[in-house]
């Protein structure tokens, strides 16, 4: 499969997941929100994952610091009844991504070549200029190139 393929095929997959990127992670974690939303206590949960009671506070803890594991976030998902959901959901679609990364590239790019052009008053005008930038994003994106990555913003 080709990476424009790949690509599409992972923004379908994932269009229905927008409205997560807005879900926060409850103030006090999944697994106590959830085990309160059951009258689930910390010893029956900790009966459940074969742990001691006090392996649940940690369990909290870790999770509210961000140090949880996966496997840990699972294994509580299913003790307390849970499918464990793991996923990046992008801020929009992969392709939106690539081509806003891809104009901002050849902005810059057209950018420098403009600023040269100009002190020799050979500058291209506004609507030239937008289309040479348009041209050279599309060229960006068909050639797949690494360039898109390369800088950090």
């Known amino acids: 499969m080709n990476k424009n393929t790949a690509r599409k095929a992972l923004d379908n997959k994932i269009s229905s997941l927008p409205p997560l990127q807005k879900m926060q992670r409850p103030h006090k974690g999944w697994i106590k929100a959830v085990k309160e939303a059951l009258g689930m206590s910390s010893k029956q949960l900790a009966a459940r994952l074969n742990v001691s009671p006090p392996r649940i506070t940690v369990l909290e ?21 849970c499918a464990f959901v793991y996923s990046f959901v992008p801020k929009s679609s ?13 902005a810059e790019i057209i950018g420098k070549v403009d600023h040269t052009m100009r002190l020799e008053a050979q500058n291209l005008g506004q609507g030239a200029l937008s289309d040479e930038i348009e041209n050279l994003a599309a060229q960006i994106l068909r050639d797949q190139h690494k360039i898109i990555w390369d800088h950090k913003k």
């Open 61 to 81: 803890k870790a999770e509210i610091d961000e140090t949880v594991t996966l496997a840990s976030l699972r294994r509580a998902a299913e003790a307390l009844d």
């Open 94 to 106: 992969f392709e939106d991504i690539l081509q806003s990364r891809a104009r901002r590239i050849a």
